[in-house]
Structure formats: structure tokens, C-alpha cells
């Protein structure tokens, strides 16, 4: 087997941007990106692509995936959606069995940080700052609106509601189940993404103030030297024992953190992280941190839109 490199979703923000990751690395091997969305042929940026099927169809992907393995001598899995995060969590011994290193943390640190309440309860037991946070089928009252309302399983910032009285909490709760009520943190040019990466002996962190645009990605981001937040994520780290890379989303209140959501997997803005020297996509790959110097310029990373026009899809 060889050390080729399959990203999945590369039609979507974070497989395009792991592949901008890889590109120019001085590595003999091949990036071949896969989607269920043939749009992903064109926009991916890979040396190859497969067209996916849905990884909830357990079986047909099971398939596909050890097809794509054997044709393209793949090494490394870089999954880029949550849905194929799941699968991948769900299947570790079959991958494992066939010598696949899956870029996936740890099964107890997956099943905290997917789910908020769990997530919340984490950091509660930590002594760390966190929103107030309610299982919304619990919930009796006691918070002043605004509130926020969002699926208790992690899902890309869909499904979130702000909701400003009661009329719309009833609402909401007709529409969603399993969800959670969390306090609404004010201060929305006070929110902060900051990475986190730990080989499981040496711990790197990066912190962006960033501004939400489109479909909630970040759209602005600036570095920022941030003690107090690279502190709370090697914390976080340490107490977990993280394999990997966690994206840690605060908002700064006065001058403090309250962290209101955990993601257990590489984020949308992890090309803006390589680009300013933190490289978790490359460490993760070869299983240590070397030594290295983040770029904290004064400089700020801006996300565009553009076009693509094609006659293959």
C-alpha cells in the first residue's frame, strides 16, 4: 500500500480546503478527492476523483470505499463531513484491520464533542467557562431570551435558532427533538475559532477572531495572540488526551472565554491555519508536531466566492 491520500466531500468548504493543505507538499503520493456530488470533479482540486455514494447507506459505502482503497493504493482517509465522520467512528475496527489511518480522534473524545449537552458537560467538569445549557425537552424556563436552540448532535451550524420569546420557543420545540437551549453569549465581533492539535505528547494551538458569513463558515479571520485561549485549548487537550485536532468556538465576554461549542475534527478554516503555520493536516498525516513558528501577522484571512463554469458535470 502506498501513501496516497483519499479527502471525502470535496465539494463542500473543508475537503476543498484540505486539499489546498496538501497541495505542494514535498510527499510522494497522490490526493484523490471523492463527493457525492459530481460538482466535486470539478471544484475538488485533487490529482483524481470518485464519484461517493451517501455514507449512510452503510453497506454501499462499505463497498465503494474498499474499491477506491484497493484501485488507488490508499494509506491515509482525510474524512470532510459528518457524515462520513460518523461512518468512519462507527467502522474504526474495519479500517484499522486494513491498515487505514483514518484522520478521526479518539471514540470517547468523538462522542463527547459531537454532542453539546455532553460537550457541556465536559467543561463543566473542568471548571471552564460555558453558556448555560439545557436539554431542550427539559427545559422549564429561567433564561433570558434571546436563546439559542440547536441540535444536541453536532451538524455544521444547521438547525440553530435564535429564539426571542416564548411564542417561537414553542415553536421550535414542535420542530426539533433532541436539541439543547443554551444561553445567548452577546458580542458577535467577540467570537473566536481556536485549533488545537496534540500528537498525544506535544500540544500546538492557533486562535482566529473571526467573522460568520456565508451559511455560517467563517468568512474574516485574524490571529490573534491569545493567551488565555490557547491555554483553555491545551486544557482541554491534556484532560481528554487528544490524538488529533479539535476546533474549539468561543465568544469573549468582558475578558473572559465561554466556549459554546467543541467540534472533534478538522474545521472550514484549516487552509487559513496552514497558511499561517500551524499545519495540523500535514502533522496529523505524519503522527508528530516539529518544531515551528506560527505567523501571527497582522494580516487577516478573507473567504470570496467565485465562479466555475465546466461542460463535465
Known amino acids: 500500500m502506498e501513501n496516497n ?77 459528518d457524515a462520513e465522520l460518523y461512518f468512519f467512528h462507527t467502522h474504526r475496527r474495519e479500517t484499522e484491520k486494513r491498515g487505514l489511518h483514518v484522520l478521526i480522534v479518539a471514540e470517547h473524545i468523538y462522542q463527547t464533542f459531537m454532542h453539546k449537552y455532553e460537550t457541556v458537560r465536559f467543561l463543566s467538569s473542568k471548571g471552564l467557562s460555558c453558556p448555560r445549557t439545557y436539554l431542550l425537552d427539559e427545559y422549564q424556563r429561567g433564561l433570558p431570551y434571546p436563546l439559542i436552540v440547536k441540535p444536541c ?6 438547525g440553530l435558532f435564535k429564539v426571542e420569546n416564548d411564542e417561537q420557543l414553542n415553536a421550535v420545540k414542535v420542530l426539533m427533538r433532541d436539541a439543547v437551549v443554551q444561553e445567548y453569549l ?20 492557533i486562535t482566529f477572531r473571526r467573522i460568520l458569513g456565508f451559511n455560517g463558515v467563517s468568512r474574516v479571520v485574524e490571529p ?80 470570496v466566492l467565485t465562479e466555475v463554469f465546466t461542460n463535465k458535470v
Not at 21 to 41: A, E, H, Q, T, W
Not at 62 to 78: C, E, N, P, Q, T
Open 5 to 81: 491520500i483519499l479527502v471525502t466531500a470535496v465539494a463542500g468548504d473543508i475537503g476543498q480546503a484540505v486539499i489546498k493543505c496538501l497541495k505542494g507538499l514535498p510527499r510522494p503520493c497522490r490526493v484523490i478527492g471523492c463527493d457525492i456530488d459530481p460538482v466535486g470533479s470539478v471544484v475538488g482540486g485533487g490529482d483524481d476523483f470518485v464519484l461517493a455514494p451517501s455514507a449512510r447507506d452503510t453497506k454501499v459505502y462499505m463497498d465503494f470505499l474498499f474499491s477506491v482503497v484497493a484501485h488507488h493504493k490508499i494509506r491515509h482517509i482525510v474524512p470532510a463531513s
Open 153 to 158: 448532535i453536532s451538524a455544521g451550524g444547521h
Open 186 to 205: 452577546p458580542g458577535e465581533d467577540q467570537e473566536y475559532t481556536t485549533g488545537v492539535f496534540s500528537d498525544g505528547k506535544k500540544c500546538s494551538s
Open 224 to 303: 490573534m495572540e491569545d493567551c488565555a485561549a490557547d491555554e483553555i485549548a491545551h486544557e482541554i487537550a491534556m484532560a481528554c488526551g487528544l490524538v488529533g485536532a479539535l476546533n474549539i468556538q468561543s465568544r469573549k465576554v468582558g475578558n473572559k472565554h465561554y466556549i459554546f461549542e467543541i467540534n472533534p475534527r478538522l474545521s472550514s478554516t484549516v487552509y487559513f491555519r496552514h497558511s499561517f503555520g500551524f499545519q495540523d493536516v500535514v502533522w496529523w498525516l505524519d503522527g508528530s508536531i516539529p518544531a515551528h513558528k506560527l505567523n501571527y501577522s497582522k494580516g487577516k484571512g478573507i473567504r
